[in-house]
């Protein structure tokens, strides 16, 4: 029989697509892939977006998705910062679910696994799971979270860390992120207007940080979070206030 007269096969869509920027990440690249790869939901997509990296890691994901097909990668042609090129993997991604991971981050294996069961148990559409920062000597701090986080507690602190979050994106629609500081931050915000984000209550994600002055760096976020609830999402003046006093607590604690 002629092949001709087959239909086309149909593309698989993938479960959960997980969207990962790059930018001169080579050093700790390989580990963060290959810690997507190796979870124990294997219906997955990893879209990979090299944002003109100048480093080598080009041929570090080439060479890990000749192995796997299950790595969409897209190299731009210039450095365009970390929210468009989160941004970029979005609009490519099918799946049901939309995750994240920095380049420099390490998921456990049964990371997906967890969330996406806890979800389907409560009939959440979005979920988050305590995290290890780990600093650049080593030194690894537990980042905990309430088992439940409305848009008001993320008010006062940043609950979700970028590379614990999922959301069903088949559910809410898509979030894009913009070129601000904690642009992942606002996005978080706007998902949980629409829901709330419930906790896996065990740590299933490192988190690098650079190392860096305590105070510049809570000065800063303290900065970009003031920006974004007063200047981006409405909150008046006066009811800021108290939000900003449990943010500048909450970034204290996260940091000793």
Not at 123 to 148: I, M, Q
């Amino acid at each position: 029989m002629s092949t001709d007269l087959l239909p086309e096969k149909s593309p698989r869509i993938p479960l959960v697509s997980v969207i990962m920027p790059v930018y001169n990440a080579s050093e700790f690249l390989h580990e963060s892939i290959e810690s997507v790869l190796r979870q124990t939901c294997h219906d997955l997509e990893l879209i990979v977006i090299n944002d003109a990296s100048t480093d080598g890691s080009d041929s570090i994901i080439q060479e890990l998705a000749s192995f796997d097909s299950r790595i969409k990668y897209v190299c731009l042609s210039k450095n365009s910062g970390v929210s468009m090129a989160r941004n970029t993997g979005i609009s490519l991604a099918s799946g049901s679910y939309i995750a994240f991971i920095d380049a420099d981050d390490f998921w456990y294996p049964n990371k997906l696994s967890c969330q996406l069961a806890l979800m389907a148990e409560e009939g959440s559409a979005c979920s988050h799971t305590y995290y290890f920062r780990v600093s650049n000597d080593g030194l690894r701090t537990l980042v905990e979270s309430p088992s439940r986080v409305t848009y008001i507690d993320m008010l006062s602190s940043n609950y979700i860390g970028n590379s614990t979050a999922i959301y069903k994106s088949a559910t809410l629609g898509r979030f894009f992120q913009e070129p601000i500081g904690h642009e992942d931050y606002k996005m978080w915000l706007q998902v949980l207007r629409k829901t709330d984000s419930i906790c896996v209550q065990e740590p299933l994600v490192d988190y690098r940080v650079v190392s860096g002055s305590l105070s510049s760096n809570i000065l800063k976020g303290l900065k970009w979070h003031w920006d974004i609830i007063i200047k981006e999402d409405g909150v008046n003046f006066i009811s800021a206030v108290p939000f900003m006093i449990k943010y500048i607590y909450s970034a204290i604690r996260k940091r000793i």
